[in-house]
């Protein structure tokens, strides 16, 4: 899978890191077991700090994304991370609430809203049957 | 050794010479003289020029530099031709060097005044699998270059007693043979230096699959592609130049116990010289710079840009980045790859490589 990385954006790298691995295992570009490159060559190839690409890789396994062995290396989790829990559904909607409250003001309908939704839900499902 | 052989090795080696010329067209269409460049401006007619006025000038140097080695070589004693020779491929490399800033410094200029660096995205592009290709050969060929050196060691050591005592080691100018006493340090001495090249065509392969990935994002699957036959086709390179070199000094190993092998020693190093260096010029006029010359490179996303890293090349031509843990990247001047001097590792491997070269001329 290509990861791709802004260096000017506001978002630290870590972060969008974060962001293209678990959009490629929603995607299906990952695959459940396949192996990503070690913290040293990752860190390498994009050219950044080895913490920077550990604190990713760290917190990508504390959400259970990530497996990380100690001979096998970094690997995606087969089993995933836990179903959507009560908890995680608050936080999502705490992290939603304010961009949908934003697009409400920009006058932005209902539908348009929904159908916004359902393109990035179905351009997820379109790479996965890629 | 014949005195046409050995001019002819020299003029030899003055042919890579003449393909650093043509460094502007073998580079990266993104680098334009050690300046990352968007890889749509690469036909600006500034930069062509630029190119043309290189290759031009470099290429009159040289041949300069070659008629001025044919006018010595009638004139001059065999010695003093030859360190005129080595002196003048020093100078060349320099004055390649001083030709080459004011063009770095001039696109530098107009990098910065256009100031168009702002009207791209710069963006970092890696591919997670890129390493689960076979980028280079598999290191189990290099037990044929191993076997040959354990080959060489044992039939010198069983020959060793049969030989004359006074073994001829080196031939001098005009075809004087020197002659050196028999001792187990003779016999042994070109095996070790196998040995040390093995190790460094062994470290060579390994860079080649760590170095950094140089991907474009303005086409992902094209600059993919290019970087990884690149890689697999140098890598092959490199393993075959192992096996001559090492097949070659194991020719001149056993040439001190054989006669009929040292008759036609400098037939067999001149033939070897001729081998690599056309293979090389061939190989890098083929491949290009990270293989950008093996298809054309479009850019499918308008206004993206690799990352702009020019703050860390210094005159574009040597890397120190202290925030990037790689130690082996593509070169942006050239064909091949550099180092990052910002790593203490890589001024161990440099020491590594120079110390046994410092002993050989100690010594």
New interface residues.
């Given amino acids: ?8 954006s506001e978002t630290p790298i870590y972060e969008q890191l974060k962001t293209e691995i678990i959009v ?1 295992i929603a995607s299906g570009q ?1 695959t459940p077991g396949e ?3 070690s913290v ?11 913490h920077t690409v550990n604190k990713a890789y760290t917190q990508l396994k504390e959400e259970g994304y990530l497996l990380i062995h100690r001979q096998r290396g970094v690997v995606v989790n087969p089993e995933g991370p836990e179903a959507m829990t009560k908890e995680r559904q608050a936080q999502l909607r705490q992290i939603l609430r304010p961009l949908i409250a934003d697009s409400l003001c920009r006058q932005m309908t209902e539908k348009e809203l929904t159908t916004f939704i359902q393109s990035i839900y179905d351009e997820l499902k379109e790479d996965r049957s890629k | 050794m014949n005195l046409a052989f050995e001019h002819l090795i020299v003029y030899m080696t003055l042919l890579p010479l003449f393909l650093l010329s043509f460094t502007p067209y073998l580079t990266k269409k993104t680098d334009c003289f050690g300046v990352t460049i968007p890889l749509d401006m690469y036909d600006r007619p500034e930069f062509r020029k630029m190119r043309k006025q290189f290759t031009f000038i470099s290429f009159l140097i040289n041949l300069l530099i070659l008629f001025g080695l044919l006018f010595l070589q009638a004139r001059v004693s065999e010695s003093t031709f030859m360190i005129s020779f080595i002196v003048l491929i020093f100078s060349l490399l320099i004055i390649f060097f001083i030709l080459y800033l004011p063009f770095h410094q001039s696109v530098k200029k107009m990098k910065k005044n256009e100031a168009w660096i702002y009207n791209y995205k710069q963006k970092r592009l890696i591919d997670t699998e890129f390493r689960k290709a076979n980028l280079a050969i598999s290191y189990k060929w290099y037990l044929i270059p191993f076997l040959m050196i354990v080959g060489t060691l044992l039939y010198s050591f069983i020959i060793y007693d049969t030989i004359p005592s006074e073994i001829p080691t080196h031939t001098g100018p005009g075809g004087h043979v020197t002659y050196s006493e028999k001792s187990m340090t003779t016999i042994i001495l070109l095996p070790i230096i196998q040995l040390f090249m093995l190790a460094i065509f062994v470290a060579s392969q390994y860079a080649i699959t760590i170095a950094k990935q140089s991907l474009h994002p303005a086409n992902p699957k094209g600059s993919q592609e290019q970087n990884k036959k690149f890689r697999r086709y140098w890598s092959i390179f490199t393993l075959l130049i192992g096996i001559a070199t090492t097949a070659l000094l194991s020719y001149i190993q056993l040439a001190m116990f054989h006669d009929f092998l040292f008759q036609e020693q400098s037939k067999v190093i001149l033939l070897f010289i001729t081998i690599v260096i056309v293979s090389l010029i061939i190989l890098s006029i083929r491949t290009g710079q990270s293989g950008s010359r093996l298809n054309e490179l479009n850019s499918e996303t308008d206004h993206v840009i690799e990352v702009d890293e020019d703050e860390h090349w210094i005159l574009g031509q040597i890397y120190f980045n202290r925030q990037d843990p790689t130690i082996f990247v593509e070169k942006r001047f050239g064909i091949g790859w550099t180092v990052n001097f910002a790593r203490p590792i890589t001024w161990i491997f440099l020491l590594i490589l120079l110390l046994p070269l410092a002993l050989l001329i100690v010594i």
């Fill in positions: 899978m290509f990861i791709e990385l802004d260096f000017q490629g990952l192996r990503l490159p040293r060559q990752m860190a390498s190839d994009i050219g950044i700090n080895l």
